[in-house]
């Protein structure tokens, strides 16, 4: 069965560095999500991606953030210069179509901000 | 703007027991709605899903209603088993918007 990949599985990283969470999609999927989960909080939408851009996007997601698809099978997320409030699970997710398809999820990328 | 709220966890019960988590809903528009299981060290998973009112949503044993009145969409199944150990999320989109909104994840221990 198709799933979505994600790697790493665990990443820490020192507060100011930058952070590149990858994901593979399922591959005739085209449209892509990130969420994220802080321990003990609610998942959270980050931003969807379709036709190479950007269709929506939370508050969460400010200038620090960034996705981009640079190829036809990743998709990343970066995070220029973490906080230690960016420490979380995150969530890639892909689906075809949205307005009534199901979202597949990887299994999450946990970064952990000292 | 949309919310959903699920009853705290954890959930520990006995196998065979009779599971209930609660999940009530704030949305706009009619939105449809999901339940999602994340099973230890995996990802989310769909479980099941309703998009219009009265609908019932049914997988591997557990069904939940759309019940609009109540706004809730309440997970139920009859007799748990040790592997159903996981987390439950409670979801709703709202319209043709691609956006999940989550509950909190209700963890359910299942014991012999």
Redesign the interface.
């Given at each position: 069965e198709p799933e979505v990949t994600q790697t790493p599985s665990h990443q820490v990283t020192q507060m100011g560095q930058e952070v590149i969470l990858r994901c593979v999609p399922i591959s005739n999927h085209l449209y892509f999500y990130w969420y994220r989960q802080i321990l003990g909080q609610k998942v959270e939408f980050l931003v969807s991606f379709y036709n190479n851009e950007i269709s929506e996007k939370s508050e969460i997601f400010d200038d620090q953030f960034s996705v981009e698809r640079p190829d036809g099978s990743n998709f990343t997320l970066k995070i220029r210069s973490t906080k230690l409030e960016d420490s979380a699970m995150y969530f890639c997710a892909s689906s075809d179509p949205p307005s009534g398809g199901e979202l597949f999820f990887g299994e999450g990328s946990r970064l952990t901000v000292l | 703007g949309d919310s959903?709220t699920q009853m705290e966890g954890p959930v520990t019960l006995s196998e065979e027991a009779f599971l209930t988590i609660n999940c009530t809903y704030t949305a706009t528009g009619y939105p449809?709605l999901f339940w999602?299981v994340q099973y230890p060290?995996?990802?989310?998973?769909?479980l099941l899903?309703a998009?219009k009112a009265d609908d019932k949503g049914s997988n591997k044993g557990f069904e939940a209603t759309y019940r609009k009145e109540t706004t809730s969409f309440h997970l139920e199944k009859g007799s748990v088993q040790v592997s159903d150990s996981a987390v439950y999320?409670c979801?709703l989109k709202t319209g043709?918007?691609?956006?999940?909104?989550?509950?909190?994840?209700t963890r359910l221990q299942v014991t012999l």
């Open positions: - | 959903v449809s999602y060290g995996e990802g989310l998973q769909l899903k998009t999320f979801a043709t918007a691609s956006k999940l909104t989550f509950g909190t994840g």
